[in-house]
């Protein structure tokens, strides 16, 4: 007898009338009309059945910090960082913990189940480090929690940076970052990328770096991680996020740069909130955008995925945790209003994020984790439209989080009891 079986699902790919088996916290068999007894069963009436959202890029350590010493009144990255020195010195690690606990109780909830979080190790007592190893531990039997030990000052800015970083490898810290246009010159940033890059090759692990967050057009570290992913072998292991200078550059530069990146198998995250909002600040009219290239890298082949960044936090004050309102901000952005550019949008923040955080057993197909979420909605771009409402989150074959279908009552004469929002298909 199977542990679940649910039945009537749309998924993702535009396949209707699926069913689900999961046995032992994995899918046993994804196919049209299976009649299979089971413990527990779940009729989807049509609606669609996703992976799991995952978010590739977030700040764990300042989430829900808003207010906390100030509120960050000009809205620019450079008052967030300012600000988040000033809270550094006050911060606790029993208040960092209960406020990432409380950011992965919203998480589940919205049917996010994996985060890459990335952690200041500027501060040489590495306070957030432990604190955030210890919600790994903690989340770990529902939700991945990945960490990359991020120098928020600049690795070679920072007194003591590199062994700093270091050590919160040695503490267990998954990934290597950095934030090349942040240290002091060009130069200091394109040397802490060769160093950082060299770091990970030699301790067996993934990149992940902030790149060009700027709106200046010749910040152009992405060009010098591209080059050292293929130098060092590490294709498909490293990570641009950000890239924001790219929306400024010069168009012929960008056409030598897109085949760059994607020949060295680097994958980008943009994270559509936080650069609509924090990019263009020095702008009067016309005001730039704020985000990277998404379609045009799509296009050359790069592995583009969306992340939160920030929720409630010196940086931004807005967020729930919820990556269909990342999506919904990226395609307004990015222009990809079409059908297949909406479907982009939804990768983003299913497929593509899970491919980079390197997820073992993703996706809705026999043999993976049966983790994904039941959706009032009928296919991707619906789901988008509405932000729709988690109505069941699993976590290998665990309930973890349900809702009740979002619906408005009507009180008018001759009108339906209620609207869910979700119009008739053609033809019905």
Not at 383 to 399: C, D, E, F, H, N
């Amino acid at each position: 007898m199977l542990d679940l079986l649910i039945t009537h699902a749309t998924l993702p790919d535009g396949r209707i009338d699926q069913s689900i088996a999961v046995q032992g916290g994995r899918i046993a068999e994804v196919s049209a009309g299976l009649e299979v007894p089971a413990h527990e069963t779940l009729d989807a009436g049509g609606l669609l059945v996703a992976p799991h959202f995952c978010d590739p890029h977030f700040h764990m350590d300042a989430t829900l910090s808003y207010g906390l010493p100030r509120v960050n009144q000009s809205g620019t990255l450079l008052e967030g960082i300012a600000l988040w020195g000033e809270l550094k010195p006050l911060l606790t690690a029993e208040a960092l913990i209960e406020r990432a606990l409380a950011y992965c109780d919203w998480a589940v909830a919205k049917g996010l189940l994996a985060i890459r979080s990335h952690v200041d190790t500027s501060d040489p007592s590495l306070l957030a480090v432990d604190a955030l190893l210890e919600v790994k531990r903690r989340v770990a039997p529902y939700l991945d929690l990945q960490l990359v030990a991020f120098p928020q000052d600049g690795v070679l800015r920072t007194a003591g940076g590199v062994d700093s970083l270091r050590r919160a490898l040695r503490k267990g810290v998954d990934i290597v970052g950095g934030i090349p246009h942040f240290e002091r010159t060009m130069a200091d940033g394109a040397e802490s990328v060769r160093l950082l890059c060299e770091i990970a090759a030699e301790e067996g692990k993934l990149v992940d770096m902030h790149c060009d967050e700027s709106d200046d057009p010749l910040s152009r570290h992405i060009e010098t991680l591209a080059f050292h992913a293929q130098r060092l072998g590490l294709q498909g292991r490293v990570t641009g996020s950000h890239c924001t200078s790219m929306h400024s550059m010069d168009n012929y530069y960008v056409s030598k740069l897109l085949p760059l990146i994607a020949e060295a198998g680097v994958s980008v995250i943009a994270n559509p909130l936080i650069n609509i909002t924090l990019q263009g600040r020095h702008d009067s009219y016309p005001k730039r955008r704020g985000m990277t290239r998404v379609p045009e890298l799509m296009a050359a082949g790069v592995n583009v995925a969306f992340g939160h960044d920030c929720v409630m936090d010196p940086w931004y004050g807005m967020g729930s945790g919820d990556m269909l309102e990342v999506a919904h901000m990226g395609l307004h952005v990015a222009q990809m209003t079409s059908q297949a550019g909406i479907q982009q949008c939804f990768e983003a923040v299913t497929n593509n994020a899970a491919r980079l955080m390197h997820l073992p057993g993703y996706g809705i197909a026999a043999g993976c984790d049966a983790s994904f979420v039941l959706l009032q909605a009928r296919d991707p771009v619906e789901a988008i439209r509405l932000r729709a409402t988690r109505l069941a989150v699993y976590r290998k074959g665990r309930l973890l989080a349900d809702a009740p279908p979002a619906t408005s009552r009507l009180r008018l004469d001759g009108r339906p009891a209620q609207v869910s929002f979700m119009p008739p298909r053609a033809g019905a």
